[in-house]
């Protein structure tokens, strides 16, 4: 099962960080790129523990949606986020926060199986191998 692992260290309070991660606004913000936005279950503002969202975003050639849910959440600690709907076959993305003096280590681990058999495979490797 493909993960990907992403350490950030931010010059902010473990409490703002962990907020603004959970910001729906400022994800829609900062996936403009993609004209991402959420379309159904909590669309702005701070999700919280056993909330949804449905995000619809163009990603490689389709527009696809996304029905995640706040699974756990440890307040400025923890929180996960499970794919209910989408083109995954599963889908887990944890959030981490830990302090480290004046800033916060944030480590997302995002786990993920792809449908489709040997096709899914392939795409992995062609478009997520980094």
Not at 82 to 97: I, P, S, T
Not at 116 to 127: A, E
Request: charged share 20%; with cysteine.
């Amino acid at each position: 099962m493909p993960t990907i692992c992403l350490s950030t260290f931010i010059k902010a309070p473990p409490e703002r960080v962990f907020d603004l991660s959970r910001s729906i606004t400022l994800h829609t913000v900062s996936m403009q790129h993609t004209n991402e936005k959420a379309v159904a279950g909590r669309t702005s503002g701070l999700i919280e523990l056993n909330e949804s969202v449905t995000w619809r975003a163009k990603h490689v050639f389709k527009t696809r949606f996304l029905e995640t849910r706040i699974t756990a959440m440890i307040p400025y600690s923890l929180f996960t986020d499970e794919q209910l709907k989408g083109d995954f076959k599963m889908m887990k993305h944890e959030h981490h926060f830990k302090v480290l003096e004046d800033s916060t280590l944030m480590t997302d681990i995002f786990t993920f199986q792809t449908p489709y058999g040997f096709s899914g495979i392939l795409v992995n490797f062609l478009f997520l191998k980094k």
